[in-house]
């Protein structure tokens, strides 16, 4: 069952914050985060195994609610270099990770 | 290190023709996986592939098919090209295939079918 993003799209000045979510109808044993820029291959972002778990680096960070079968992306103080499309990718529990659609986020300078 | 890598890098084809695609795994990754991924759209999974063996597929038809050799590279097959199998075809590889493994993606082939 391919998890839903929302939103699909989101348009942000350099400096402003931004929430992207994953949400599945199935349990989840664990959620992936990539980021695609056009014409590159997918980069692995992270990975939250857990409830609860939440993870960052820079001003990247998510979080899963394993309960609600959800996943949230968070940007803070966006930067131009953080433009692309970001896909959240679900596993549960067949080593399978199937991906989003995808959310397209553009920051203006 | 050397990435993922995957050729050719795009090719052209008409209906009914097959095509193989090739993946080289990083250094030490043992699974390989590879997806389609069309336009707008995010990577869907086709095949899984460890220690030689298929591990998973995808809902795509019999004619993908794929293996994996003793030096873990891999190669997709697609016979009776369709129009709709026009896309990026990307192979992710990770040590082992478990989905707490995160996958590190080659820069795909991309086919377009006349």
């Known amino acids: 069952q391919q998890p839903v993003q929302s939103p699909q799209a989101v348009i942000l000045r350099e400096g402003e914050d931004a929430v992207i979510n994953c949400s599945s109808s199935?349990?989840?044993?664990?959620v992936h985060w990539y980021r695609q820029k056009h014409g590159e291959a997918p980069v692995f972002l992270m990975i939250?195994?857990?409830?609860?778990e939440q993870k960052g680096h820079d001003k990247i960070s998510a979080s899963f609610n394993e309960k609600k079968q959800q996943s949230s992306l968070y940007l803070t103080a966006s930067q131009l270099s953080y433009s692309g499309t970001y896909f959240c990718?679900?596993?549960?529990?067949?080593?399978?990770?199937?991906f989003g659609k995808g959310t397209r986020l553009h920051i203006l300078p | 290190d050397a990435g993922v890598t995957q050729s050719p890098t795009h090719l052209i084809k008409t209906r009914g023709q097959h095509v193989t695609l090739r993946c080289s795994p990083i250094?030490?990754?043992?699974?390989v996986s590879w997806y389609q991924q069309v336009l707008g759209q995010g990577p869907q999974f086709i095949f899984q592939?460890?220690?030689?063996?298929?591990?998973g597929r995808g809902n795509f038809p019999d004619r993908f098919s794929a293996r994996q050799f003793p030096n873990y590279s891999s190669e997709l097959n697609v016979n009776a090209l369709l129009l709709g199998d026009s896309a990026l075809y990307l192979c992710?590889?990770?040590?082992?295939?478990?989905?707490?493994?995160?996958?590190?993606f080659g820069d795909g082939t991309r086919l377009s079918i006349l």
């Open positions: 992710a590889s990770s040590l082992v295939p478990l989905g707490h493994q995160p996958q590190h």
């Open positions: 199935k349990a989840l044993y664990s």
């Open positions: 939250l195994l857990k409830g609860g």
């Open positions: 990718g679900t596993e549960n529990r067949d080593d399978k990770i199937i």
């Open positions: 250094s030490g990754h043992k699974s």
């Open positions: 592939y460890y220690e030689k063996e298929e591990r």
